[in-house]
């Protein structure tokens, strides 16, 4: 099928529809070409049948008023016998008629068909340069008690017969025309109602959520339930392999974070009861590399979390005030340890989605704020409704975005110029960003007034 299709010009990309709407149209147009050449021919035959019929009958007609008179051949030439001849056509007409080797009346060059008695004879010769259809008679006359043979011969030029046969032609040609352009569209409309069902199963699974795997139960053709089937088993095993990528990160958080935590508390015992100031060097970068790793894995695992649940959002009223609230509560102490302060000013508001995604959001760019502030600063967190809009901005004292642009610290793992020796892994903002749009918000960076950086987390208010 492959070859013939190629074989028709078609192209490996074009569609289904296309393919059969092109091939039942090359069918048609087949089908039209043999109707229109089977029309042409029997229109030609027909016309010549009738010619023919119309010349035997002025032939035998002619042959009719043969009659012998005092020993010789008479005869009278009837007017009928040349109007019907003049009937279809205003070809010209030849006739001879020859007793024996005698040419009684008529075109002596005029040579007609052999002929016996009986039934006429026809025959198509250039007579006189022209085309033209003939037909001989032969009666026998008594004349003197002798059996004479009398030929009768008449011919006609062929132009009314191929004006006949042109014109039926062309009517035909019309014809094949109008029901190819009748039969391709309704193939066509035959092709799109029978890949409807295959159109209306594509949109019943486009319109489904990312994380929506049910199998699909929509009945149809025989020939697409193949299709059902292996799109229900690769649904099914897509589903094992998300729930098994889920239930590695969970296993992974606790598995990475208990022995780095472990680490880090025999560091910090080890460091207090060393007096040697090499060895406190020593296990202060050990402490600070467990940070470093302990960090970035649990963002990294943060990060994975984020963009299972961004496919899953799970949608309920939150109260966006208290949700911000308890996440500066929670990173209240770490802002103590630089005695930073955390200024609330908190708006009624509520939002529509993902408490744990808005919170791994929150807890980002609060964190963000206090570790890139200074001591003694204070980060303000402002939570107001705009318009049909919910807006947290977080402000920080610190040293800012950097020089380059700020829409690039969204970026996996991209961190900003002024960021020497603090601890981090360039994923915050980006697990921030991907929460917040999958929400339908967006993420806001400029800088603050007086120096320092400014985040908004804006989302759509209920």
């Known amino acids: 099928m492959s070859q013939f299709t190629r074989a028709l010009g078609f192209r490996p990309n074009w569609s289904i529809a296309r393919k059969l709407t092109l091939f039942l149209a090359a069918i048609v147009a087949s089908l039209a070409l043999i109707s229109w050449g089977m029309v042409t021919s029997f229109a030609l035959e027909a016309a010549g049948r009738t010619q023919d019929n119309i010349l035997a009958a002025s032939a035998t007609s002619i042959a009719e008023t043969l009659r012998s008179e005092g020993g010789q051949v008479r005869l009278e030439l009837p007017y009928a016998a ?35 008695p009986g039934a ?11 085309p033209v259809r003939a037909v001989s008679v032969m009666r026998v006359i008594l004349s003197n008690g002798e059996a ?105 958080a606790h598995r990475v974070r208990t022995p780095l935590a472990i680490v880090r508390t025999q560091a910090e015992i080890a460091l207090h009861s060393v007096e040697e100031e090499a060895q406190k060097q020593t296990l202060r970068r050990v402490i600070r590399a467990v940070d470093d790793s302990s960090r970035s894995a649990s963002q990294l695992l943060d990060h994975a979390m984020v963009s299972f649940r961004a496919d899953d959002l799970a949608r309920e009223p939150l109260d966006l005030p208290a949700l911000t609230s308890a996440v500066a509560e929670a990173l209240r102490p770490t802002a103590e340890m630089k005695d930073i302060d955390i200024a609330l000013t908190l708006s009624e508001v509520t939002v529509e989605g993902d408490a744990i995604l808005l919170q791994n959001a929150l807890r980002n760019v609060l964190d963000n704020a206090i570790k890139y502030s200074p001591a003694e600063t204070i980060v303000r967190v402002d939570v107001a409704r705009s318009g049909g809009e919910a807006r947290v901005c977080v402000r920080d004292e610190g040293p800012g975005f950097g020089s380059g642009p700020a829409t690039h610290l969204t970026e996996r793992f991209r961190r900003g110029d002024k960021v020497e020796g603090i601890v981090g892994s360039g994923l915050g903002l980006t697990i921030a960003e991907e929460a917040i749009r999958a929400h339908g918000g967006r993420l806001k960076m400029e800088k603050a007034q007086g120096g320092g950086a400014c985040v908004r987390l804006i989302l759509p208010a209920i």
Do not use: K
């Open 82 to 116: 040349f109007s019907m001849l003049g009937a279809i056509s205003e070809d010209r007409v030849f006739y001879r008629v020859a007793a024996g080797d005698e040419v009684l009346t008529g075109y002596a060059d005029l040579e007609g068909p052999e002929v016996t």
């Open 120 to 130: 006429p004879r026809f025959a198509t010769l250039d007579y006189r340069d022209t």
């Open 148 to 252: 004479v043979p009398v030929t009768v011969t008449v011919a006609q030029t062929r132009d009314g017969v191929q004006g006949i046969a042109a014109g039926l032609s062309r009517q035909a040609a019309v014809l094949s025309v109008v029901v190819f352009l009748l039969a391709v569209g309704m193939s066509a409309y035959a092709v799109r109602s029978s890949l409807m069902p295959l159109n209306t199963m594509a949109q019943h699974v486009a319109t489904r959520g990312p994380s929506d795997l049910r199998p699909l139960r929509r009945r149809g053709p025989p020939e697409l339930m193949p299709l059902v089937r292996a799109l229900n088993r690769l649904m099914e095993r897509l589903g094992a392999s998300i729930r098994r990528s889920e239930d590695f990160i969970a296993e992974a």
